[in-house]
């Protein structure tokens, strides 16, 4: 039904694949068999509401009958934390069997597992009205929040001196309390800002547009010194899908509400 809370049900045939791939495949062939059906049936309905006559179907083939295709849109990790009952929050035992992952529920653990979260922001040199290059720019500071705990590292090649620990408050209800740490250089402030997060080990990183500038410039300029990030803290820069990623921990890119949101009033 298109209103699926009308709480009408049907059933339907459930198909599993061994890979993506074949999903993707099948999908494609079937898109196309919907869209035929959909065009008869109108052409039917016309027929039936002009001469007032109900056609009785008696389709030749099977595949005549197919007029919806469900769930073929849900990522391969969603699906199979549906199936097999794997809930984000839950305490899980892991083990490796050959090719196998074995996950076993901890019913006793029962409190929430707590994680660390870092919101971060980057500031940088740039040329007059020129967009901020990495290729020949530097990262002048970077501003974090962990906990509700705020820091901020210097880079003093671009910063005229030191800069004392700060109160940054907005809203009252957004109470900031900042600890400074003047660095000689980009390099120092990098490896200080990795070496906090390898200390900390936040589960999630907030940005804003940080998929598109944040996370690649920090990659690049680490680069230039000779710092792979993905080994420092696991994040590596995917271009093809305009994300960075990490395989422990989550980057949330509040750009992607913004941009979500734009046609909401105001």
């Known amino acids: 039904q298109k209103n699926h809370l009308s709480g009408l049900k049907r059933k339907y045939l459930k198909i599993q694949f061994d890979t ?6 099948v999908r494609s062939d079937l898109m196309h068999v919907v869209e035929k059906n959909e065009e008869e049936r109108d052409a ?26 469900r769930e073929y849109d849900v990522p391969y990790h969603v699906r199979f934390a549906i199936d097999n009952d794997v809930r ?6 892991v083990g490796v069997s050959g090719s196998d992952v074995l996950l076993q529920r901890r019913e006793d653990l029962l409190q929430r597992a707590e994680v660390h ?8 040199t740039k040329l007059p009205l020129k967009f901020p290059d990495a290729e020949y ?30 109160e940054y408050t907005p809203k009252p209800e957004f109470e900031g309390h900042f600890r400074v740490k003047n ?10 800002w990795f070496s906090h ?25 680490a680069a230039h010194h000779g710092i792979k990030m993905n080994e420092e803290i696991g994040f590596q820069c995917d271009s093809n899908q305009g ?21 909401l009033p105001q």
């Open 44 to 69: 039917v309905d016309a027929f039936e509401s002009i001469y007032g006559v109900k056609r009785v179907e008696r389709p030749q083939d099977y595949i005549n009958c197919i007029i919806d295709l």
């Open 137 to 166: 720019d530097s990262v002048m500071m970077i501003s974090y929040m962990i906990d509700g705990q705020g820091y901020l590292i210097i880079n003093r090649e671009c910063v005229g001196e030191d800069i004392e620990d700060l």
């Open 88 to 93: 984000s929050g839950q305490w899980y035992n």
């Open 20 to 25: 993506v791939q074949q999903l993707m495949r």
């Open 243 to 263: 994300e960075c990623r990490a395989k422990f921990s989550c980057h949330l890119d509040c750009f992607a509400w913004v941009k979500r949101d734009s046609y």
């Open 197 to 221: 997060m390898q200390e900390v080990k936040p589960g999630i990183y907030v940005t804003y547009n940080g998929d598109f500038f944040d996370w690649p410039f920090l990659e690049k300029r």
């Open 183 to 192: 660095v000689a250089d980009e390099v120092g402030l990098l490896k200080a």
């Open 117 to 124: 979260v870092c919101a971060f922001d980057i500031e940088t």
